[in-house]
C-alpha cells in the first residue's frame, strides 16, 4: 500500500503512518527501526535446547558477589554486598555464588547466637561458594567467617582466606578469626563440603 508522505519536508521531520515511524533525511524519507525490548527481558534459546528464557533470568542462575556491589579490589568492605548475594541464593532454594578472582575486605561483624562473625547463615540449603582465585581478607579479631546453624548441602571451594593472627613466642597478640563454625540449634547442619580452600594468619579453620 502506499503511503501518502508529507509534502515538502523539513530535515530530521517525522511522520507516522500505520505504526511505522520515518524520518526525512534532507533526500527521502527513512524508516526508523522499532524501539528494541529490555535486553534483559528478551527471551532467548540457548544453543541446543528448546525452552526460551529471559537473559535476566538466564544470569541469575549464578549468583555473582559483584552484581550484589562486592569490590574485587580490596578497597571497600564488602560483607553487606556478600551477605545480600547469600540471602538471595537461600531465598531461591540455592545455587551457585560466584566470587570472580579477587581481593574482598571483609570488615563489619553482627552478633549471632553470641557469636561475632561476618556472614552468619541460618537453615540455608544447596548453595555452593565458590572463589577460585577469590581472597577474603578479613580484618576482624576474635570473629567467624562463615558461621552456619541447621545449614545443609552447603559447599565452599576454591577460596584463600587471609586473617591478622599474630603472636610473640607463646603469646598470642591478635586471635584473628576462625574461618568457619558449624552449629546446629535450629536443626542438625550436615554435608558441609570445604575443599581447595587455603588459610594463612587465621585462629581457626574449622570448629563445630
Same mark, same amino acid.
Given at each position: ?72 579490589? @580490596? ?93 610473640? @613466642? ?39
Amino acid at each position: 500500500m502506499a503511503i501518502n508522505f508529507p509534502g515538502s519536508p523539513t530535515l530530521n521531520q517525522v511522520f507516522i503512518d500505520s505504526g511505522k515511524t520515518w524520518k526525512w533525511d534532507g533526500s527521502s524519507w527513512v524508516a526508523l527501526r522499532s524501539p528494541l525490548t529490555s535486553p534483559e527481558n528478551t527471551p532467548v534459546i540457548a544453543t541446543g535446547s528448546t525452552t526460551a528464557r529471559t537473559l535476566a533470568n538466564r544470569f541469575a542462575d549464578v549468583v555473582n558477589v559483584l552484581d550484589f556491589g562486592a569490590d574485587p579490589t @580490596g578497597v571497600t568492605d564488602s560483607v553487606q554486598s556478600i551477605r545480600n548475594a547469600i540471602n538471595f541464593a537461600k531465598a531461591k532454594g540455592g545455587g551457585v555464588i560466584l566470587f570472580p578472582a579477587g581481593t574482598y575486605k571483609v570488615t563489619e561483624t553482627s552478633l549471632y547466637n553470641g557469636f561475632t562473625c561476618h556472614f552468619p547463615i541460618e537453615n540455608a540449603n544447596f548453595i555452593d561458594f565458590v572463589g577460585y582465585g577469590a581472597v577474603l581478607n578479613s580484618t576482624a579479631s576474635s570473629a567467624s567467617l562463615f558461621y552456619l546453624n541447621g545449614c545443609r548441602r552447603i559447599n565452599f571451594e576454591g577460596f584463600d582466606i587471609v586473617g591478622t593472627f599474630s603472636r610473640t @613466642g607463646s603469646v598470642v597478640n591478635t586471635y584473628s578469626i576462625s574461618c568457619f563454625d558449624l552449629n546446629s540449634t535450629t536443626r542438625d547442619s550436615e554435608q558441609i563440603s570445604i575443599k581447595n580452600c587455603r588459610t594463612q594468619y587465621t585462629y581457626v579453620f574449622i570448629r563445630v
